[in-house]
């Protein structure tokens, strides 16, 4: 989907979020992922923005939760107002003007004799109930903290699982689904690379991480990165235009490198250009046609 | 999948838009933003965490005119990593009928009174227990014809022509979504759209949940439990279509607890990610009357 649509589109959109909100009638917070890393026994401040973007004014109650790992897509779990989610210091309440952009401090006090580690913190930005009837729509949004609280904290990668989606491809391309379990007492953000090798040595090399997804301790992550073009075409034209655009052929190995995870892991594909083959096949038939015939010619004469 | 020349394009594109400071990363660390022009920091961190540092940042603050308005200065890039969303019901009026549907994003209607470029609004088919909904944003209105950016939703399953008993476009443009007078003979629905914006390279997910139950003071309608809202049954749930939906096209109730209704792995489309809740109400004889009603939040948080 996210490949379909022009970025164009989507700056566009954001810049309507940002510049015309009355327009768009959103409400707005950022950046949605906050990384704040501290000594235990210290604090700091950062800020969030947060608009209003309705046509009137808006008030917004803070509140915050802890969460832990949902599955592994990166979904939080939130558990209520416990352990770091006591750490934030905020206002109960802001009240937005209309299109109302406000940069919002958020005060973090991490407390004497916490441990080393990751804690993750959801600080919410809810629309204000009120006592109509019917069904009231409340909007909410949750921006992650990731607090680090520095010392001997680690970030130990296990079972890490590294496949292609594709075993056969007809361009140089392939997407990979990869695994990764973090048993530290931190989060952790996998790095590395994915080299992929023909034959004659490595012809590419792609980053493993792109995303920057994060994988909580004692959690598992999934998530799939790719590289070449692997949009489905619509008929035979732009099937040839894509092979021809990544044109291979043959066994390819991709290695998948990942710091702080000594063993690469190896997996395979092979490229088969399909329609190339083809049409390369239909000009030798033609070409030994024509040559057949022409000896044929030849005889008769 | 995406090619990663595209995904690389449009990161950039969104911190070029977002950020003044380009975000640096290397294998060891990351800066989300760095601002140095005069003096003072906020904070910082060690190596394998996240520096925001800034010094300076003389002219901050929002400006406006009649045409634009401009948030500027101190660490802008708070939007670097935004979320925004909106939550509309649909509006009591207009509700025109609907008679072609282009299968893309034209739709013929019996008038355009009350819509405007821009509405968000939502297609709907045979309105009732088992109808079929689809979001989009006008773009254009020519006669009858109403041209929205992309439908989303029930788009394959929707006529071409007009086939339901009851078809009707509907303006959503409403916090609240009235649901009127309900008797164990006939049942309620309604529409709620939302639309997610975000440029978060992992995603979001949404989740929905109620204060309580449908409730009118001591008395609460239950929660939908068997997938379906019957005509007669005491309940209460709604159902949902669009990209990344969970659990489509089956009814589901709102409960205090924290349901995933959408999720995407990857920051969307220019447009958004749409969703249509098709909200459905049925009392039984036995309901007791009153005015019922219940919060219900929509909470949007980034996937990580």
Redesign the interface.
């Known amino acids: 989907m996210f490949c379909s649509r022009s970025f164009i589109g989507l700056l566009t959109a954001l810049m309507a979020v940002l510049l015309f909100p009355s327009e768009v009638r959103a409400l707005t917070a950022g950046p949605a992922l906050v990384d704040i890393a501290l000594e235990a026994n210290s604090a700091t401040t950062v800020q969030i923005m947060v608009g209003n973007n309705a046509a009137m004014y808006q008030t917004f109650d803070l509140a915050t939760e802890s969460f832990i790992s949902s599955g592994e897509q990166g979904q939080p779990q939130f558990i209520g107002k416990e352990g770091a989610a006591e750490w934030f210091i905020t206002d109960a309440s802001i009240t937005l003007q209309p299109g109302e952009n406000r940069r919002l401090p958020v005060s973090v006090r991490v407390p004497e004799n916490v441990a080393p580690g990751s804690y993750h913190v959801a600080l919410f930005v809810s629309e204000r109930a009120s006592a109509e009837s019917g069904v009231t729509n409340r909007q909410r949004i949750g921006v992650l903290f990731f607090i680090n609280v520095l010392g001997d904290s680690r970030v130990e990668w296990t079972n890490v699982s590294f496949t292609p989606v594709f075993s056969t491809v007809s361009t140089l391309g392939n997407a990979f689904d990869i695994r990764v379990e973090n048993q530290g007492t931190a989060f952790g953000s996998p790095s590395g690379t994915v080299e992929v090798h023909s034959v004659f040595g490595v012809t590419k090399t792609v980053p493993l991480n792109p995303q920057a997804v994060r994988i909580l301790p004692k959690s598992a992550r999934s998530y799939t990165i790719g590289f070449g073009d692997l949009r489905p075409t619509k008929n035979i034209i732009e099937q040839l235009k894509q092979e021809w655009s990544g044109l291979a052929i043959g066994p390819y190995k991709a290695v998948m490198r990942l710091e702080g995870y000594d063993k690469p892991i190896e997996a395979s594909f092979t490229v088969v250009p399909k329609v190339t083959l083809v049409l390369v096949g239909i000009v030798l038939s033609v070409l030994l046609l024509m040559g057949w015939w022409t000896k044929r010619l030849q005889r008769a004469v | 999948?995406?090619?990663?020349r595209?995904?690389?394009?449009?990161v950039m594109?969104?911190l070029l838009?977002?950020s003044p400071a380009m975000a640096m990363?290397s294998?060891n660390f990351?800066i989300?933003w760095d601002t140095v022009s005069a003096g003072g920091a906020?904070?910082g961190?060690?190596a394998?965490?996240?520096t925001?540092d800034t010094i300076g940042g003389e002219a901050a603050g929002?400006g406006?005119s009649a045409n634009?308005?401009?948030?500027a200065g101190?660490?802008l890039?708070?939007?670097?990593?935004?979320?925004?969303?909106?939550?509309?019901?649909n509006a009591a009026s207009p509700t025109p009928t609907w008679t072609v549907f282009d299968g893309v994003d034209e739709v013929t209607v019996s008038s355009v009174a009350g819509f405007a470029i821009?509405d968000l609004i939502a297609m709907v088919e045979n309105v009732g227990l088992t109808q079929e909904v689809a979001v989009g944003r006008i773009t254009a209105i020519n006669a009858l014809v109403i041209t929205v950016d992309d439908f989303q939703g029930d788009t394959a399953g929707i006529s071409l022509i007009a086939a339901g008993g009851d078809d009707r476009v509907y303006r959503l443009s409403s916090?609240?979504?009235?649901?009127g007078n309900v008797s164990g003979a006939t049942v309620a629905t309604?529409i709620?759209g939302t639309?997610v914006?975000?440029?978060?390279?992992?995603?979001?997910?949404l989740y929905v949940h109620g204060?309580h139950l449908?409730q009118s003071g001591l008395n609460t309608i239950p929660e939908v439990l068997d997938g379906s809202v019957t005509l007669g049954s005491e309940e209460f749930g709604a159902s949902i279509t669009g990209?990344g939906a969970v659990n489509p096209g089956t009814d589901l109730g709102v409960t205090t607890t924290?349901r995933?209704v959408q999720?995407?792995?990857?920051?969307?489309?220019?447009?958004?990610?749409r969703l249509g809740f098709s909200?459905k109400l049925s009392v039984a004889t036995s309901t007791a009357s009153g005015?019922?009603?219940?919060?219900?939040?929509?909470?949007?948080?980034?996937?990580?």
């Open positions: 999948m995406c090619s990663l595209t995904l690389f394009s449009v594109s969104l838009v977002a990363t294998t990351q989300n906020d904070f961190t060690s394998n965490f996240v925001h929002q406006s634009y308005r401009l948030s101190y660490r890039p708070e939007t670097a990593n935004l979320l925004g969303y909106e939550v509309r019901a821009g916090a609240t979504l009235a649901l309604g709620v639309n914006i975000t440029s978060v390279p992992t995603g979001y997910s204060n449908m990209p924290m995933l999720t995407n792995g990857a920051a969307t489309g220019g447009i958004g990610d909200y005015a019922y009603s219940q919060d219900t939040y929509y909470t949007l948080v980034a996937n990580y």
